[in-house]
């Protein structure tokens, strides 16, 4: 049986996703995404960005700006969003600030949308700071934390969160069902269309099959299939 069924965008060529990588990773974590989405009939934008080098706000603005102006260079008369953990908040930043009349829908995987207790427990530390830098330091749970700040969604986004660990010292740091980062609660987020949780860790969201699916399913209807098994 087929991943996904190849057929063209629900609303018309073209339609453009930009993709945005988490925190630590590059567009490399996103080619099988990627490459789903382009068989699937979509204009695709896989987009690399220097995740540990800037705050948030800055980042956003760099990756997402220049995306967006690529998409509508190419003639995109609608954009999407797929985004893995970081990646989400990049797009509630920048949409928080930029009006983008031709946004279609955000996908966001396993994005620690109201902070992570990791970042909480950890985020003080020396070494902590060094391999996730300014942007890794924005994510904790308190009310003053980027994504605490950014306010509810304001667009169709369905989010896909992961419930399985593979960082059992992470996951003694999170309470309730996690995927390793974030807890299946803290990705939730205030107007989001959709939830969707699957078996599947932090790190490997982005690469599975039935997170594929549910990306394009959601990216066509509005909705994710909670009929799957």
């Not at 003639?75 to 893995?84: K, L, Q, S």
């Not at 699916?213 to 909670?226: A, C, E, S």
Request: aromatic fraction near 6%.
């Amino acid at each position: 049986m087929a991943m996904v069924a190849i057929s063209s965008p629900a609303f018309g060529a073209p339609e453009a996703v930009i993709l945005l990588h988490g925190l630590c990773r590059t567009s490399r974590s996103m080619t099988k995404m990627e490459s789903a989405l382009a068989e699937a009939g979509y204009q695709v934008q896989n987009v690399s960005y220097p995740s540990r080098t800037a705050h948030v706000e800055k980042l956003a603005d760099d990756a997402i700006g220049k995306a967006v102006a690529n998409c509508q260079q190419d003639g995109a008369t609608r954009i999407d969003f797929v985004t893995h953990s970081l990646g989400g908040i990049l797009v509630r930043s920048y949409l928080a600030r930029h009006a983008l009349p031709s946004l279609g829908r955000v996908v966001m995987l396993a994005p620690p949308n109201q902070g992570s207790e990791v970042v909480d427990k950890l985020g003080g530390m020396l070494v902590f700071k060094w391999i996730n830098g300014p942007a890794g330091n924005e994510l904790g749970t308190d009310t003053r934390s980027t994504p605490n700040q950014l306010g509810p969604a304001t667009y169709p986004v369905g989010i896909i969160a992961g419930d399985r660990s593979i960082n059992w010292i992470n996951s003694l740091l999170i309470p309730g069902p996690d995927d390793g980062k974030v807890s299946i609660e803290r990705t939730t987020l205030a107007g989001m269309s959709d939830h969707l949780v699957i078996h599947t860790a932090h790190p490997f969201i982005m690469r599975n099959r039935e997170a594929i699916r549910q990306t394009i399913q959601f990216l066509r209807t509005g909705t994710f299939d909670h009929t799957a098994g």
